[in-house]
T-cell receptor, first 112, second 116 residues
Framework: ETGVTQSPTHLIKTRGQQVTLRCSSQ?????VSWYQQALGQGPQFIFQ???????GRGNFPPRFSGLQFPNYSSELNVNALELDDSALYLC???????????FGPGTRLTVT | GDSVTQMEGPVTLSEEAFLTINCTYT??????LFWYVQYPGEGLQLLLK?????DKGSNKGFEATYRKETTSFHLEKGSVQVSDSAVYFC???????????????FGQGTILTVHP
C-alpha cells in the first residue's frame, strides 16, 4: 500500500509569483485535505476536497485554490505569493467516512 | 470556535522518565481527539486516537484518555526513550452532517527532547 506522497520536497519562489504543489492520496482514500504549517506552529487547515469538489475551507484568502482529480490526487495553487506564505505545506488523505487523516511528508516553500 | 491548547514546552527528560503532555480542547460538538507526532524533517504521523468520552487511545507505550468532564486528552508514557524525541500535536476533528468533512484543528505542538 502506497502512502501519501507530495512533490516537490522543497522549492523557493519570489514574492508575487505563483506556485503549484502536488499530492497523491493513499490508495482507497477519496478525500484530500491541505494544511499550512508555519515554523514552530501547529498545522492550519486550508481546505478539503471530496469527490473533486471543495468540501470545506479554513481562513485562507482566495489566492489559495485547489483541484482534485478523478484519481483523487490533488493540487494546491497559491497566487501572488507573499513572504508569510513561507511554510511547510502538508497534504492528508482519508477514507470516505473516516476521521483519521494520513499525512504526506510535506513541501517546504520558501518565499523570498 | 473550536480550539486546542497544549502545555507550553519544550519538555526535556532523561531516558526512562515518565512523560505527560497536557492537552485541553474547546469544541461546539462531540469531537474525535488525536495525538500526532512529527519527527525532524518529516510530516505528521498518527500516534493514537479516541472517538468518544472515556475512550483510551494507546500505541507504542503512549496512552491518552478522552475526558469529557475536563475537556482534556493528556498524553502519557511510562518510560520514554531517546527515539521518542519529536514534536507532539494534539488535535480534534468534528464530523459535520455525516459527510466526509472533518478538518483537524491542532494545538501549537510540544517539543520533547529525551537525553540518554
Amino acid at each position: 500500500e502506497t502512502g501519501v506522497t507530495q512533490s516537490p520536497t522543497h522549492l523557493i519562489k519570489t514574492r508575487g509569483q505563483q506556485v503549484t504543489l502536488r499530492c497523491s492520496s493513499q490508495s482507497g482514500h477519496n478525500t484530500v485535505s491541505w494544511y499550512q504549517q508555519a515554523l514552530g506552529q501547529g498545522p492550519q487547515f486550508i481546505f478539503q476536497y471530496y469527490r473533486e469538489e471543495e468540501n470545506g475551507r479554513g481562513n485562507f484568502p482566495p489566492r489559495f485554490s485547489g483541484l482534485q482529480f478523478p484519481n483523487y490526487s490533488s493540487e494546491l495553487n497559491v497566487n501572488a505569493l507573499e513572504l508569510d506564505d513561507s511554510a511547510l505545506y502538508l497534504c492528508a488523505s482519508s477514507l470516505p467516512t473516516g476521521y483519521e487523516q494520513y499525512f504526506g511528508p510535506g513541501t517546504r516553500l520558501t518565499v523570498t | 470556535g473550536d480550539s486546542v491548547t497544549q502545555m507550553e514546552g519544550p519538555v526535556t527528560l532523561s531516558e526512562e522518565a515518565f512523560l505527560t503532555i497536557n492537552c485541553t480542547y474547546t469544541a461546539t460538538g462531540y469531537p474525535s481527539l488525536f495525538w500526532y507526532v512529527q519527527y525532524p524533517g518529516e510530516g505528521l504521523q498518527l500516534l493514537l486516537k479516541a472517538t468518544k468520552a472515556d475512550d483510551k487511545g494507546s500505541n507504542k507505550g503512549f496512552e491518552a484518555t478522552y475526558r469529557k468532564e475536563t475537556t482534556s486528552f493528556h498524553l502519557e508514557k511510562g518510560s520514554v526513550q531517546v527515539s521518542d524525541s519529536a514534536v507532539y500535536f494534539c488535535a480534534l476533528s468534528l464530523n459535520a452532517g455525516g459527510t466526509s468533512y472533518g478538518k483537524l484543528t491542532f494545538g501549537q505542538g510540544t517539543i520533547l527532547t529525551v537525553h540518554p
